[in-house]
Antibody, heavy 119, light 107 residues
């Protein structure tokens, strides 16, 4: 059964860094692109980034480009989001999600990890 | 970026009602449109992909249609477990974008 479990969230001061992790199981991780999506009460669901199955291609939302970095370790079944220069507007629940196959359909999601950026 | 506009943002309905939600894209996206259901405290759940394809296990009271810029999600007869928030998402191009959501509340 496909499962993703996020971790690494917490409270952090503006300008600091945080690294989120997503542990995947129940499917062949190395065969799927993976996404990070965040959700805030005010802005709803916001796609953050995607990484190809082999990790070579990465795409980002403009709002996070240059500050957040997506990566993966296929040997561990793990997805990461390195978050640098954090801003209050990065406060959200962060979800990792599996890409279904061809195209950009997010078919399975983790339960999310909460990030709060506040002084 | 492709903007996704959902309407209404919320609605009140009763069990057994037929409900339709609309999603409009700011440019043509073919059939590259997905629908998600989200309940409080849970992650979004994929209901429908590629505009009309019901995911395995999703009840047949859910259906969807549309192509190009205009799409609809219909629930033929609301069940108690359907009271939730629904989002559309375009899968045509990055950045992927979501609609603002439609919250279905009990009347």
């Amino acid at each position: 059964q496909e499962q993703m479990v996020e971790s690494g969230g917490g409270v952090v001061q503006p300008g600091r860094s945080l690294r989120l992790s997503c542990a995947a199981s129940g499917f062949t991780f190395s065969s799927h692109a993976m996404h990070w999506v965040r959700q805030t009460p005010g802005k709803g669901l916001e796609w953050v980034a995607v990484i190809s199955s082999d990790g070579r291609q990465k795409y980002y939302a403009d709002s996070v480009e240059g500050r957040l970095t997506i990566s993966r370790d296929n040997s561990k079944g793990a997805l990461y989001l390195q978050m640098n220069s954090l801003r209050p507007e990065d406060t959200a629940i962060y979800y990792c999600a599996r890409n279904k196959g061809s195209g950009w359909t997010l078919d399975y999601w983790g339960q999310g990890t909460r990030v709060t950026v506040s002084s | 970026d492709i903007q996704m506009t959902q309407s209404p943002s919320s609605l009140s309905a009763s069990e057994g009602d037929r409900v339709t939600i609309t999603c409009r894209a700011s440019q043509r996206i073919g059939s590259l449109l997905n629908w998600f259901q989200q309940k409080p405290g849970n992650a979004p759940k994929l209901l429908i992909s590629d505009a009309t394809s019901l995911r395995p296990g999703v009840p047949s009271r859910f259906s969807a249609s549309g192509s190009g810029t205009d799409f609809t999600l219909t629930i033929s007869s609301l069940e108690p477990e359907d009271f939730a928030t629904y989002y559309c998402q375009q899968s045509f191009s990055t950045p992927l974008t979501f609609g603002g959501g439609t919250k279905i509340q009990i009347k």
